[in-house]
């Protein structure tokens, strides 16, 4: 209903005595901001769009904002979204006159989408980074502010299609009345001619400049993990909105650790008597040291755990854990000394067992993959 519209002077954010370019500067702006394309994600965009355009497509003309000044939104023929007869598109068709063009299918097309690959270490995983990226890619010239021109003035709606970036044909037929549509031949479709071309972008609004960008990359990323930075592709033509730019990521493998999701595993190598008789010794982890007891009788191949060391997971939650698998090392050089208690205990132990020869493909990968359930 009409008593709960806002007021349009607030929605474009300017004064009651605003001047045309300031109108149209305020829509430009908030239209970059709140068009649909760019905020994806937002239920409540295409609303807020609908509403800056609305309030423009009033305040741009004279005799529609003289009504409005004076009747505000009971001023006769005042305009509505559902007034003007056709959907998102056309309304953003019809006002993209403002960004420099008008042509319909220049108004929904975003500028390019661009990639940056990055590389991040275990230990940036496990934190999270702030990575600068350098971007080259076509943005907004700051000179003229994407029009084309460096005078707001010298930017003139096309006198053919007037802004429209289209001409239009209706033709009569034995079934009927058709109308078609062609890309306006004076314009080319931007809905505008510049009239004095800005010396930096040489009138096209955009040009190839490097920039830096900062991005955050979350802990638990995995490779492979894709983050979209929306806004920061290449910008639109005649100030159409930005395309993404989205970071892929790769993990450097790791010298020590194998990681499967948020657990890592590492192996261990201690001595037979340690394995034997227990002990407590230090293992690597991503953060430094952990001390880890080792049960006597302990095996080769058994799989000890210290918890919490592992990875945080991508949505949040708790770090997994870190696995470490033992190999007990077989001494190849012996003392006198060490080789007579040897000798000792083997008297004592009672010769050997006989068991099924198992396939040997690697202690870690083996035991490794048993506890993930493969």
């Not at 007869?85 to 108004?107: M, V």
């Not at 970036?165 to 009569?172: E, K, L, P, S, Y």
């Not at 920039?211 to 993990?225: E, W």
Request: aromatic share 6%.
């Amino acid at each position: 209903m009409a008593q709960q519209k806002r007021d349009y002077y607030e929605a474009l954010g300017v004064s009651r005595d605003a001047s045309k370019d300031d109108i149209k500067k305020a829509y430009r702006r908030l239209a970059r901001q709140h068009h649909p394309d760019v905020n994806p994600d937002d239920p409540d965009a295409e609303e807020r769009f609908k509403e800056i355009a609305e309030a423009y497509a009033v305040l741009s003309s004279p005799e529609r904002r003289a009504q409005y000044d004076r009747f505000g939104h009971d001023a006769p023929n005042a305009v509505g979204f559902g007034d003007f007869g056709f959907g998102l598109d056309d309304l953003i068709s019809s006002f993209f006159g403002g960004f420099g063009g008008g042509r319909r299918e220049r108004a929904v097309q975003r500028g390019a989408d661009l990639r940056a690959d990055v590389t991040l270490t275990l230990e940036e995983v496990l934190t999270g980074v702030d990575r600068p990226l350098t971007v080259r890619k076509l943005d907004y010239c700051e000179d003229c502010e994407g029009r084309g021109s460096t005078s707001p003035d010298a930017v003139e709606t096309c006198s053919v299609c007037r802004g429209a970036g289209q001409v239009g044909r209706t033709q009569a037929t034995i079934f009927g009345t058709f109308s078609s549509f062609a890309t306006c031949p004076n314009c080319h479709g931007e809905g505008a001619m510049v009239r004095e071309p800005c010396p930096t972008c040489r009138g096209e609004g955009r040009f190839a400049q490097e920039s830096t960008i900062t991005v955050s990359i979350p802990a638990g990323v995995n490779d492979g993990t894709r983050v979209r930075i929306a806004g920061q592709g290449e910008a639109g033509q005649r100030g159409s909105p930005p395309g993404d730019l989205y970071v892929f990521v790769s993990v450097r493998n790791h010298g020590v650790f194998h990681r499967e999701k948020t657990e890592l595993a590492v192996e261990l190598s201690i001595s037979f008597a340690q394995a034997a008789l227990g002990a407590t010794v230090e293992v690597p982890t991503l953060e430094g040291r952990a001390e880890l007891k080792i049960p006597p009788g302990t095996q080769s191949g058994e799989r000890l755990t210290v918890p919490g060391q592992g990875l945080p997971a991508l949505r949040g939650g708790k770090r997994g854990n870190q696995h470490v698998f033992i190999k007990v090392r077989t001494p190849t050089k012996l003392t006198p000394r060490q080789r007579e208690l040897l000798e000792q205990l083997a008297a004592e132990d009672g010769g050997v067992e006989v068991g099924t020869l198992q396939k040997e493909n690697g202690l870690l990968s083996r035991v490794w993959h048993s506890i993930m359930g493969e």
